[in-house]
């Protein structure tokens, strides 16, 4: 071949080379099918629907602890099947609502187990070991209080705490139900 004929050849290759790329990439991204598999997250979507609505309904503590099991394990069973980014940033999503939820159970667990002594105001939440971390995760306003018989201090925080992280919940409900939407 010439050097005239191959230097008319070489532009015309380069550009059907990237017009073929580009069909491929369109051809691609047309049969790739959906970011999210919304039929994996349908059980997942419903325990975290059951969540809210037993919170409603006015639920005991153990039946939402119950809930919540079926729930974290439900994300677990998730963990190893997620293929995309998208399914993986949902699933993301979905756990940190878990640890949303947790967090209520502990102040909701806290609340039952010091309500019969004498040594915590009713309308408070003893802040133990276990509720400092959410305190401060939450920055929740704690009171301190003396207790006459050690003369040692501890703290408390309000009982409606647990309805900020309910509404926290809510929050975290309302960003998964935009990430479905808009994904896939």
């Not at 039929?39 to 037993?54: H, I, N, P």
């Not at 940190?96 to 915590?120: C, H, N, S, T």
Request: overall charge positive; some cysteine.
């Amino acid at each position: 071949m010439s050097r005239f004929a191959y230097g008319l050849l070489k532009p015309l290759n380069r550009d059907y080379f990237l017009l073929a790329l580009s069909i491929w990439l369109f051809a691609a991204s047309c049969t790739s099918g959906p970011l999210t598999d919304k039929g994996k997250f349908t059980e997942l979507a419903r325990e975290a629907g059951a969540l809210k609505t037993s919170l409603a309904a006015g639920a005991s503590y153990p039946r939402f602890s119950e809930s919540l099991h079926k729930f974290s394990t439900q994300i677990a069973f998730l963990r190893a099947k997620t293929a995309t980014k998208e399914e993986k940033d949902l699933l993301d999503a979905y756990a940190d609502l878990l640890a949303i939820y947790q967090d209520g159970l502990v102040l909701w667990r806290y609340k039952l187990e010091f309500a019969p002594f004498g040594f915590v105001p009713k309308g408070s939440i003893y802040v133990g070991q276990d509720v400092d971390p959410i305190v401060l995760k939450y920055r929740f306003t704690t009171q301190s209080h003396l207790y006459q018989p050690t003369k040692q201090y501890w703290k408390s925080i309000p009982d409606d705490s647990i309805q900020i992280i309910w509404s926290n919940a809510d929050s975290q409900l309302k960003i998964i139900e935009n990430m479905m939407r808009y994904q896939g």
